[in-house]
C-alpha cells in the first residue's frame, strides 16, 4: 500500500477523472423555423391559423390561433414571415422535435412585439415552454417604440433538459387585454417572433485531479491555490486517497504514508470544462 501511494505520487502524470460525461451533442430538427413555409392566401398582409386551420407547415396553433404576418404589413426578422401570437386572442404554436433525454437545448429566437396603431402600445408577453419548463418573455411596444418598418427586433434565449426522445417546443402568448381598442378586441396585438433556433448546450464534463504538496515543510494548512500542489494521479488506488473520502479543495494530511520521518499533504482539485 505505502509502495503504491508513493509510485503515484512520482508518476507526476495528469490521468483525468471522467465524473459526469453527459450524452452527445445531437442534431435537431425544428423545420420551418422562420415560417417561410404556409399555405395561406394573405389578406391585408396576414393570415389567422388555428386549430381549424392549421395552415403553418410542420407548426400546430392552438389557444385563440395566431397570425402569419408577411412583410407587406411589417418587417420580418428573416425571409418575409413573422408570427404574431395573437390572432384576436392569445394563441400559440408548437412543434415536437427530437431530442437526447438529458441533453439540454437552448432555444434562441428574435422577439417583437405588434405595433398595431389601433391597439394601445404596451408590454406584450409570452412563455417559451419544452419538457416542463417554462420561460417567460415580455416585449414592451411603448418602450421600444418599434414600428411596421422597424421592428425592432430582439434576441432572446431559454434553455430546457429533455426528459424524452422527443419534446414539444410551443410559443404560448399571454397577452391577454390591452384596455379598450377601437378593433372591438380585447387582445389582437400580441407578441411577434420569428426565427426559431434550437441548439444542444455544450456537455459539461466536471474532472478530479489528484494533487500531492511538493511546496516542502508547512507550519499550516496549504491554502488549495498555493503553488506547491502538484498533479499526481487522478485515480490512486489507495482507499486512503480515493476522492470520495475527501472534500474537493479541501487538504488533507497523512501523518505516514512510507516517507522517512514525515508524512505529507494531498487534495483533490475540481475542473470544469464543456466539451
Ligand atoms: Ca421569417
Known sequence: MKKMILGLAAAAVIAPLAL?????????????????????????????????????????????????????????HGGHRSIDLNAYNPGSISQTIDTVPGQTYNVSFAMSGNPDANVPAGAKTMDVT????????????????????????????????ATDTSTTLTFTSTTTTEGSSPMGVSAAAGPVIDDVVVTA????????VWHTWTGG??????????????????????????????????????????????GSWFLWLESTTSA
Open 130 to 161: 419544452a419538457a416542463g419548463t417554462t420561460s417567460p418573455f415580455t416585449y414592451n411596444t411603448a418602450d421600444e417604440q418599434n414600428t411596421t418598418t422597424d421592428m425592432k427586433w430582439k434576441d432572446q434565449t431559454s434553455s430546457f433538459a
Open 20 to 76: 459526469a460525461a453527459a450524452p452527445a451533442q445531437a442534431a435537431t430538427a425544428l423545420t420551418n423555423a422562420s415560417f417561410e413555409d404556409a399555405a395561406v392566401t394573405f389578406t391585408n398582409g396576414y393570415s389567422v391559423v388555428d386549430a381549424t386551420n392549421q395552415t403553418l407547415t410542420d407548426w400546430t396553433a392552438g389557444g385563440a390561433g395566431v397570425d402569419i404576418v408577411d412583410d407587406t404589413l411589417w418587417a420580418a
Open 201 to 208: 448546450a455544450p456537455n459539461v464534463v466536471k474532472t478530479k
Open 217 to 262: 515543510p508547512v507550519t499550516s494548512i496549504p491554502d488549495k491555490s498555493a503553488a506547491g500542489w502538484h498533479p499526481t494521479s487522478g485515480d490512486p488506488q489507495s482507499k486512503l486517497h480515493k476522492s470520495e473520502n475527501h472534500q474537493v479543495g479541501v487538504p488533507y494530511y497523512v501523518p505516514n504514508n512510507g516517507n522517512k520521518g514525515g
